[in-house]
């Protein structure tokens, strides 16, 4: 099945690839895009109101550091984090006081056409108490946009990331001493055609992730290269628009996913791969609300027998509601496989669902709140994992330069079955100040 998707999804990319670059002919040849009298209008546009995280705000927007054709954002968050349970544990847990700071340096093209963004930035983390749990990170990455025509483009991007898998993360490792440390890297090329009633859709992703080994207490290695692999995806979609503000849509996405670690008998590669199939579609109902909601068929093979095979019911759905212009509504919702580093299992499904409240209590003062919800089903065992997190937090805009937010975030953890993991639960109060220039 992966080879019929695979073609779909290259079909559909290519001819959409195709029509980004024959669009700039089709502008010469005939002084207007090649088609009917509906070419020029964007059916696709979902725009008739602006969300309150989107919201410009002049007044309190850095201003950016003027470099030629560019504009220069530095950027530098120093927090605060009381932590009651760093390690994430279902007993004896261990609270902390964590200082962060975040440094960042963002570059922006200032053209009327196209567009370039690059980034460099790092945290350094560090612990009153727990100075094994100490990290840095570092990060950098760029994407941009090349604007063929007003109603096509070309996307491009990629980044890297040297972190630490979180604590709390279900796959890590729960006897480790330290973090275990995480790089990843990804890039990925797109297009975008639309042309009156039609949108064609096209994406290329490519995905590493590389853990290094940890240690236990004993000094024991824990060893870690059998959740090394990259993933690579091939994405093509088709958008039918029945009216300007509505669209249904059909996109075929594969994968294949390729462990480091080669097939032995006690540790097998568990290189596999899967297709998703969606049936949806976007809409906005006038300024009240704008979505995507989509449902089909998801799918991942195995190529060893030790692993079981994976199908059955996919979705997603992206919702935005706005009550009034200082309130947004956010829900969304997903069905998806997802790779798992347990012993003898090859992937579970993920559910996920989410509610969330943005509210500008003044032009300077933006409150929120989010609970989310979360459970996967692992196959080929008898686990299943449900987690629940609520965040409600507020952010406070001094001026243009400096800023101040916290948050208050809960985590609770339960896993059930014969091979369930430990449940625990994590509560955090973070309040961070904010400078830009």
Known sequence: MFRVLKHVAVTVSAGSLALVCGAAVAQTASGSLAGARDASVDNFSRNRNTSVAQRSRPDYEAPGIRAG?????????LSGERNDNIYATSANEVDDTILHVRPELAFESDWSQNFLTAYVRGALNRY??????????????????????????????????????????????????????????QAYISGSRSAG???????????????????????????????????VSLSGRIDLAVSPDTAFFFQATGNDRTYDIGSTVLVPARNS?????????????????????????????????AFDDVEGFGARAQ?????????????????????????????????????GIDHELLRNVILNA??????????GIDREDTRTGLNIGGTYLINRNFGVNATLSSIDTKSEGANRDQDFTVNKLIVALVSQF
């Open 273 to 305: 791969k899967g297709s998703e199939y969606l049936f949806g579609a976007n809409f906005e109902l006038g300024a009240v609300a704008r979505g995507e909601i989509a449902a089909g068929y998801i799918e991942q093979s195995f190529d060893e027998a």
């Open 69 to 77: 054709a560019f504009l220069v954002y530095p950027r530098l968050e």
């Open 370 to 379: 989010r609970v989310t919800w979360g459970r996967d089903e692992y196959e």
């Open 128 to 185: 009153s108490d727990n100075e094994d749990e100490n990290t840095e990170e570092f990060g950098v990455g760029g994407s941009g946009r090349i604007d063929v025509t007003r109603l096509s483009n070309l996307g491009f991007g990629a980044d890297y990331n040297s972190s630490f898998e979180p604590r709390t993360a279900p796959s890590a490792p729960r006897n480790a001493v330290e973090p275990t440390p995480l790089k990843t890297a």
């Open 319 to 355: 919702l935005e509601w706005f009550p009034s212009e200082l309130t947004t509504v956010n829900v969304a919702a997903g069905r998806t496989i997802e790779d798992t580093p347990v012993v003898g299992v090859g992937a579970f499904v993920s559910n996920t669902a989410s509610l």
């Open 197 to 231: 009633y039609l949108k064609l859709t096209g994406r290329a992703d490519w995905r590493s992730f590389d853990y290094e080994d940890g240690r236990t207490g004993l000094g024991t290695v824990i060893d870690q290269d059998a959740r090394d692999r990259e993933v």
